[in-house]
């Protein structure tokens, strides 16, 4: 009895390192901050020890889970207020949609960018919930 326990604990712990491969693979929220990927941050002027994300795949909704603040509490969803654009990437730039499905409104953030959202754009601070780039080849 003991070694089906042990046999189903194995497995769970594979299955559980899949996934994370799996997401890792794909890009985004690995910790990283690669030069294809845009990197979002919890708060103003882009300190990474009040929480960052990295940004690489498309996703369609940040509520999934999966975009959970480094070095901070709570998932990125409507809580980002700063950004760094990769210049790694073949595409012309990112975009940050005002709601999930990459729909609303959206701030196409050309590579090598990087900034608050505040001022001209401080309506935008906070409020988005998936993401994409644009002009890709």
Not at 77 to 89: E, K, M, P, V
Not at 109 to 135: M, Q, R, T, V
């Amino acid at each position: 009895m003991f070694s089906l326990a042990a046999a189903a604990l194995a497995a769970g712990s594979i299955a559980a390192l899949s996934g994370a491969t799996s997401a890792s693979a794909a890009g985004s929220g690995n910790g990283t901050c690669a030069s294809t990927e845009l990197c979002v941050y919890r708060n103003y002027d882009r300190h990474k020890s009040e929480g960052y994300f990295d940004l690489g795949s498309p996703d369609k909704n940040f509520t999934n889970g999966n975009n959970n603040w480094f070095n901070a509490g709570g998932n990125i969803n409507d809580a980002i207020s700063s950004y760094t654009a990769g210049t790694g990437t073949s595409c012309r730039g990112y975009s940050l949609f005002w709601d999930k499905d990459m729909n609303g409104p959206h701030m196409d953030i050309p590579k090598g960018w990087g900034g608050n959202l505040s001022g001209a754009y401080a309506n935008f601070d906070n409020e988005f919930s998936s993401y994409a780039k644009f002009g890709c080849p």
